[in-house]
């Protein structure tokens, strides 16, 4: 079963059938990013770590986290093993903050990101998702979608946890959009800061 996604559809109807061009989802730098929330989230997972490739999921307080408690999802990751018949490691939502939900996220809790439609926003998600979880380091993105003279753009983070300390098994996201387009405000008004 999919998990179509609302948000994506309204920022333009015709972006359903288009691929996004790499451009269009690129790595950035901690320095770049222009979310001061998503800034806070990185100095606080980097915080964490101390001298620790990642920090575990049970460092994390949130009441150290309320600045970004509504914008961030943590993501198990499920790792290839000898009766999976998969090569990439799959990943599943265990916990969605509400500011996502409101975009038409619902009902992402416990399901599987690679059932995400449409295809190049799952192509998107699982890029950045597994960029981070192979390489146990932060994955920085600007995510841009033009269509009509509609646009969308936004930051997620996604930040390796280890609960072991050597490979990464869950994954803090968190995503921040930029008001661009008084359309999508309008459709999705829990998102205005």
Not at 5 to 22: F, G, N, Y
Not at 84 to 100: K, N, Q
Not at 112 to 118: G, S, V
């Amino acid at each position: 079963m999919s998990v179509y996604l609302p948000i994506v559809e309204r920022a333009s109807r015709s972006l359903i059938t288009q691929s996004i061009p790499d451009s269009g989802d690129r790595r950035i730098e901690r320095a770049d990013l222009r979310s001061a929330m998503l800034g806070r989230l990185v100095d606080y997972w980097d915080k964490l770590r101390g001298d620790r490739p990642m920090p575990a999921r049970g460092d994390l307080k949130p009441e150290e986290m309320a600045f970004a408690l509504a914008q961030i999802m943590l993501v198990d990751i499920h790792w290839p093993s000898a009766v999976t018949e998969a090569s990439d490691p799959t990943f599943r939502f265990r916990l969605v903050g509400s500011r996502i939900e409101a975009t038409g996220h619902r009902g992402l809790t416990g399901r599987w990101a690679h059932e995400l439609q449409p295809e190049f926003y799952r192509n998107a998600v699982l890029r950045a998702y597994r960029e981070s979880a192979l390489a146990g380091e932060p994955s920085i993105r600007r995510i841009q979608y033009n269509s009509d003279g509609n646009e969308l753009r936004y930051e997620r983070v996604v930040l390796p946890l280890s609960s072991h300390g050597t490979s990464a098994d869950m994954l803090l996201v968190g995503t921040d959009w930029e008001p661009v387009n008084r359309e999508f405000f309008r459709l999705y008004p829990a998102l205005q800061s």
